[in-house]
C-alpha cells in the first residue's frame, strides 16, 4: 500500500499545506454536502490523468487527500492512483467524520436523496413488487425476490453494488 490513511482531524492542516482535497463522490452527494475547498471527481472518473488536470488548473501541491462517505470509496480511489507518484492520504471516516468533527462543510439548501437511500428504495420496491407479482400473477416472479436479495448479499461481502453503480450514472445524479 503505497498511501496514506489519516484521521479526519488532520484535514485542515493538509489543506493549508495546498494539499488537493479530492472527494469521490457521486455529484449528487457532493451537492448535498462537501468539505469547504473540496474538488469532486466521482469514482467512476478517477484516472492519473484527470487528477493531474485537477492539480494543474487549481495550482495545488502533487498531494492529494481524497474523501468520500465514509472510507471506502477513497480507499478504492487510492488503489487507482497508486502507480501515479502522486502522495496519496485517505481520510477515515470520510465527509461523515469531518461534519462530527466540525470541519467547514457546504450544505445545499435543496436535499438530495444519498445513492444508498436510492439503492435501499429500489431494491425494496424490486422485491416487493416480485412477492406481490409472485403471489397474484406466477410463483415464478419470487425469483425476481431472490434476485435482488442476492445481489444484496454479493454487495454486503465484495463492497461493490451494480446497482449503485447504475443509480449514479441516471440523469437526477448529475
Known sequence: MSFEITEASHLLKLAEQGALLLDVRSAAEFRDVHVEGAINLPLENVSPDAVKQIIDQNHKSSVVVLLCAAGTRARKAAEMLEASNLKLTVITGGTNSCIQLGIPVNRSTSKTISIERQV???????????????????????????????????????DWCGMGLLLAKAPWNK
Open 120 to 158: 435501499r428504495i429500489g431494491a425494496g420496491a424490486i422485491v416487493f413488487i416480485g412477492v406481490v407479482l409472485g403471489h397474484f400473477v406466477h410463483p415464478y416472479f419470487y425469483f425476481l425476490s431472490g434476485f435482488i436479495g442476492a445481489g444484496l448479499m454479493f454487495a454486503g461481502i465484495t
